[in-house]
T-cell receptor, first 109, second 116 residues
Framework: KQEVTQIPAALSVPEGENLVLNCSFT??????LQWFRQDPGKGLTSLLL?????REQTSGRLNASLDKSSGRSTLYIAASQPGDSATYLC????????FGAGTRLTVKP | DAGVIQSPRHEVTEMGQEVTLRCKPI?????LFWYRQTMMRGLELLIY????????DSGMPEDRFSAKMPNASFSTLKIQPSEPRDSAVYFC??????????????FGSGTRLTVV
């Protein structure tokens, strides 16, 4: 059964820093990997979707990479802002979409 | 597009009562998923519909839970009778194609259920 792990569980950084969130998964036979953002008490907002044949996707200050063979993905956030504070969830799709537990990010002004 | 629409946003009910959660997927999406999110267990898939047909309900916790999709634009998740341990946020998601293999998932804003 696919297991998805996110490290660290929580991260606090000063505004302006570049940061990396990590996601690992146990079964490399996936269709895609999706990064979501969840604000407290809110739903999930899709940030980036990487197909299994792709290596990375970029949107604004966000860049997500995928290394299927090693079962890893990273979400890079450049020049972090207080508005980036949220929980970031990684999800892989094989037969189902399986979620990691998330990384709670706090960006301090 | 208005996205995936869920109602109600919040529901507080007494133990033993019936609860019905509603979802309207994105128009044209043919896969629909119900998830439950708790602090202890994170996001768990409850049931998956494709073309209005339940394909995988292995995540439905027990017989008190049932889900229907009478047409392509509406689904319900019912809990009868409800128990305090059912308190969670319930999310509906939809995708184009089978299981979001190609286009990923779009989530609704969720229904926060509290059973007292």
């Amino acid at each position: 059964k696919q297991e998805v792990t996110q490290i660290p569980a929580a991260l606090s950084v000063p505004e302006g820093e570049n940061l990396v969130l990590n996601c690992s998964f146990t079964d490399s036979a996936i269709y895609n990997l999706q990064w979501f953002r969840q604000d407290p008490g809110k739903g999930l907002t899709s940030l980036l979707l990487i197909q299994s044949s792709q290596r990375e996707q970029t949107s604004g200050r966000l860049n997500a990479s995928l290394d299927k063979s090693s079962g890893r993905s990273t979400l890079y956030i450049a020049a972090s802002q207080p508005g980036d504070s949220a929980t970031y969830l990684c999800a892989v799709t094989d037969n189902d979409m399986r979620f990691g537990a998330g990384t709670r990010l706090t960006v301090k002004p | 597009d208005a996205g995936v629409i869920q109602s109600p946003r919040h529901e507080v009910t007494e133990m033993g009562q019936e609860v019905t959660l509603r979802c309207k997927p994105i128009s044209g999406h043919n896969s629909l998923f119900w998830y439950r999110q708790t602090m202890m267990r994170g996001l768990e898939l409850l049931i998956y519909f494709n073309n209005n047909v339940p394909i995988d309900d292995s995540g439905m916790p027990e017989d008190r839970f049932s889900a229907k999709m009478p047409n392509a634009s509406f689904s319900t998740l019912k809990i009868q009778p409800s128990e305090p341990r059912d308190s969670a946020v319930y999310f509906c998601a939809s995708s184009l194609g089978a299981r979001g293999h190609q286009y990923g998932y779009t989530f609704g804003s969720g229904t926060r259920l509290t059973v007292v």
